[in-house]
C-alpha cells in the first residue's frame, strides 16, 4: 500500500508475485478485500469495482505496462513538432503534463509523450489504418526514447487486446515489467 501518486486517484500496479495498491484508502481494507486471493485478486473486478467506490473514480482499462530500451535507436523516420487535433493527443492531455507531440510530415502518425503516473515519462502513438501494417508503429515506439529529456526512462502502457500496438512496442526492444489499472487523471 501506498499513497496514491500524482497524476491518479488510484493506481493498481502488479507483476509476477507483486502488487502494489497505491490510493488513500485504508490499508487493513485493502488488506481484507485481497484476502482470499492476493495474486489475482488486487486485478479482480470485484476488488477494481470496490476500490472505484471508495476513490469515486471508475478504473480505466487493466494495462501492460513496457519500458523503453535505454537511450533508443533513434528516429530512423522524420517526425515533426505538431499541434493537431487528435483523440490521441486529447487523451496525453487529459492524463500528461508536459506533453509534447510529433507526427509524420504526411500525418499518417502522431506520437506524445508526457509525464504521467507518479511523473514518469510516457508514451502513446496512433497510425492511421491506411498506413497500418508497414512497420510505422514500431518506427515510432523506437524513436521515442531519443525525445525524452535526459535520456530518462520511458514507459507505455498498452491494452493486451491492443495486439498491434503490443506487437510494435515488443518489436521496438520495449520490455514489459507489468500490469496496471489506472484510476482518472
Not at 95 to 116: C, F, I
Not at 125 to 153: C, I, N, S, Y
Request: negative net charge.
Amino acid at each position: 500500500m501506498l499513497p496514491a501518486p500524482s497524476g491518479a486517484r488510484a493506481v493498481v500496479v502488479g507483476g509476477t508475485a507483486w502488487h502494489v495498491v497505491a490510493a488513500d484508502v485504508d490499508p487493513a481494507w485493502v488488506a481484507t478485500q485481497v484476502a482470499d486471493d492476493p495474486l489475482a485478486a488486487p486485478f479482480g473486478a470485484r476488488f477494481l469495482s470496490a476500490l472505484a467506490d471508495r476513490v469515486g473514480v471508475e478504473p480505466g482499462v487493466l494495462d501492460s505496462v513496457l519500458v523503453a530500451p535505454a537511450g533508443g535507436t533513434g528516429p530512423g523516420l522524420e517526425l515533426v513538432p505538431a499541434e493537431v487535433d487528435h483523440p490521441r493527443v486529447r487523451r496525453a492531455l487529459r492524463h500528461r503534463s508536459e506533453v509534447g507531440t510529433w507526427a509524420t510530415p504526411d500525418g499518417a502518425a502522431v506520437l506524445t509523450l508526457g509525464r504521467g503516473v507518479a511523473g514518469r515519462w510516457e508514451v502513446s502513438l496512433e497510425v492511421e489504418p491506411a498506413a497500418r501494417g508497414r512497420g510505422l508503429g514500431t518506427a515510432l515506439a523506437a524513436a521515442a526514447p531519443v525525445l525524452v529529456p535526459d535520456a530518462a526512462p520511458l514507459w507505455a502502457q498498452v491494452a493486451p487486446a491492443n495486439t498491434a500496438s503490443l506487437r510494435a512496442f515488443l518489436a521496438a526492444g520495449y520490455r514489459p515489467v507489468g500490469a496496471e489499472v489506472l484510476f482518472g487523471p
